[in-house]
């Protein structure tokens, strides 16, 4: 879907709400109070009437809507925007291209759609052949540590862990088109704590398929992967050499990389997983074309944000 054809099919505040409805219905509607799935329309109060225990909710209770007070034509153009266009965009920028007068709610609008693209994907395990790294990204350093001196290296104050996994399945014949010897499935990162063992198998056990092959370096925090999968192949992997023999993962580190510091800049560390699950999302629907949109407003109807915030 272009710009144009955006603005045609959802030229006000009416054709967003409909379509809005459209979706929930198709979902599903739950009531929060009794667990049932049946309900009346009550078209003058726009609201769900659960035709069991009568409890009401609105258009946008339950959702990843709920609580907002932005028209849902924001959340359109939103939807619109980050599923369609191949980077990404800042709230200031949204903000001037909406008009709206306060920076925070559109920022926790983008927030909340970027949690719901994560729910999404936490409901996808890796399989086959994954390929684990981690990663170190670069955020704002907390109030409180600024005083404290700087650690060197991976404990560095000023790096954020990240935990990278990439499905990586070997092709026939060498390579692939793009000279690659792996072709890339689907990929997932998440901000870890620490680097311990206990943490990773954790991530490891909750989002890989038990019947996997898992490819990494010879790291003392991977020791239990063994236990996890079917095959855990540790290498010794030089650092010149990890480019080849962990293709993707630092490939998807990079590319995220990349968008991070040309688009965001000081990201607190707190939010920063936030903007891995656009990428992501992103990365794993890359062949979705115009199915995208769609896609989101699935899991913007199905999810109930959770997000919370606090903005000094
Ligand atoms: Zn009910």
Redesign the pocket.
């Known amino acids: 879907m272009n710009l144009l054809n955006f603005v045609a099919q959802f030229p006000d505040e009416a054709s967003c709400k409909a379509k809005w409805k459209e979706y929930r219905d198709k979902q599903g509607v739950v009531?929060p109070?009794?667990?049932?799935k049946e309900h009346y329309w009550k078209s003058d109060k726009e609201c769900y009437e659960?035709k069991?225990?009568?409890?009401r909710q609105s258009l946008r209770s339950n959702t990843v809507m709920h609580g907002s007070q932005l028209p849902f034509r924001y959340w359109f153009v939103a939807i619109h925007l980050l599923t369609s266009t191949k980077k990404s965009f800042s709230a200031s920028e949204l903000q001037r291209q909406l008009g709206h007068s306060t920076y925070n709610p559109i920022w926790a609008m983008l927030h909340k759609l970027r949690q719901a693209m994560g729910r999404r994907d936490s409901e996808y395990s890796l399989k086959e052949v994954i390929e684990i790294d981690e990663g170190f990204f670069s955020t704002e350093i907390d109030q409180d540590e600024k005083n404290k001196p700087l650690k060197r290296g991976r404990g560095s104050q000023k790096k954020s862990k990240v935990l990278v996994m990439a499905e990586s399945i070997p092709v026939k014949g060498e390579t692939t088109k793009h000279g690659k010897p792996r072709k890339v499935g689907h990929i997932k990162m998440f901000l870890i704590d620490d680097l311990q063992s206990s943490t990773i198998d954790s991530k490891v056990s909750e989002n890989i398929n038990a019947d996997s092959v898992i490819d990494s370096d010879n790291s003392t925090s991977y020791t239990n992967f063994k236990t996890l999968v079917k095959e855990h192949r540790p290498k010794v992997i030089p650092k010149k050499e990890v480019g080849k023999m962990l293709p993707w993962v630092h490939i998807a580190i990079s590319n995220a990389k990349r968008m991070l510091l040309d688009v965001f800049h000081d990201i607190k560390p707190e939010y920063l997983q936030s903007y891995l699950n656009e990428f992501c999302y992103k990365f794993n629907r890359r062949y979705f074309g115009e199915r995208r949109f769609d896609r989101l407003m699935v899991a913007a109807v199905s999810y109930k944000n959770e997000f919370r915030y606090n903005i000094k």
Do not use: A
């Open positions: 009531c109070k009794c667990g049932h659960c069991r225990c009568k409890y």
